[in-house]
């Protein structure tokens, strides 16, 4: 039988990170709501980076389907995106803070690499926000075969996923319970050693779940090498990803 080795990617994250501080999220604001989306909450705009949806697409999405432009808000427009009539006041408020960055073609609403796939479309941003309510840190979890797993991890690849059973991208919320991941989401790439910090051994999300859940084909290849700084053309690879080992009985590995 392959030995299996389950992962947590933590998006953002680094190899000193106490992972607790990160997953006790405050009470949500009305941020989780899709049309007022505000990616000055650190968690939410690490989870638009983690599921590489451009702004333009997520624009796209909130006008097609709830008539709302962010770089226009309209009172009829947030109650169509579900915001309570008794909070419209407040929620529009919100949405004119935000509309002045939809507007300033030189706002960085949050990473986007045009040079990688989207890992999530905007409805399914959408359904982790509904059933997160805007709570936790950006995580992908996966199970695979231990070997590949830990080939993949032992230097700076640039990793992709291919669900078995589907995959876990969402938020990372222990404290108030895992809402189930969108569906369909049955390819993911990210770049470990850039990105955030990995965690193998047993993780919440698996505790209702069937033995083989979120198992996943495992590929890679090296990352592209990055450059050093903004006054050089010299490119370096990055170091292998930080990696916890939690396992029981662990092998050694980089902490």
């Known amino acids: ?4 080795t389950k992962v947590a990617f933590y998006y953002g994250l680094n190899a ?7 997953l006790v999220q405050p009470e949500p604001s009305l941020s989780w709501v899709p049309a007022l989306l505000d990616t000055q909450q650190r968690n939410l705009y690490q989870l638009m980076g983690l599921a590489n949806v451009s702004t333009e697409a997520w624009r796209d999405y909130l006008i097609t389907k709830y008539g709302f432009d962010p770089a226009k808000p309209t009172a009829e427009g947030l109650l169509r995106a579900g915001v309570d009539q008794s909070r419209i006041s407040f929620a529009m408020e919100t949405a004119a803070e935000l509309a002045e960055a939809w507007e300033d073609p030189e706002s960085r609403l949050w990473s986007h690499d045009e040079d990688f796939p989207a890992n999530l479309t905007p ?7 509904a059933e997160s ?3 936790g840190t950006p995580v992908i979890v996966f199970q695979a075969p231990t070997e590949v797993v830990e080939k993949a991890l032992a230097e700076d690849n640039q990793i992709t996923l291919t669900g078995v059973n589907g995959i876990y991208v ?8 895992y809402g189930w991941s969108p569906s369909h989401v ?5 770049r470990p050693s850039a990105e955030g910090l990995v965690v193998l051994g047993e993780h919440a999300v698996f505790e209702n779940c069937v033995d083989d859940a979120y198992t996943a084909g495992v590929a890679f290849e090296p990352g592209v090498p990055l450059r050093l700084s903004s006054r050089s053309e010299e490119t ?4 292998p990803p930080p990696v916890r080992d939690e396992r029981e009985a662990a092998p050694s590995m980089r902490m």
């Open 186 to 190: 049955n390819a993911v790439t990210f």
């Open 236 to 239: 370096s690879s990055l170091s």
């Open 170 to 177: 969402g938020l990372s919320d222990p404290i108030n319970g």
């Open 123 to 129: 409805a399914q941003v959408e359904e982790v926000l």
């Open 1 to 4: 039988m392959t030995e299996m």
């Open 16 to 22: 000193k990170s106490h992972i607790i501080d990160h």
């Open 133 to 135: 309510r805007g709570r």
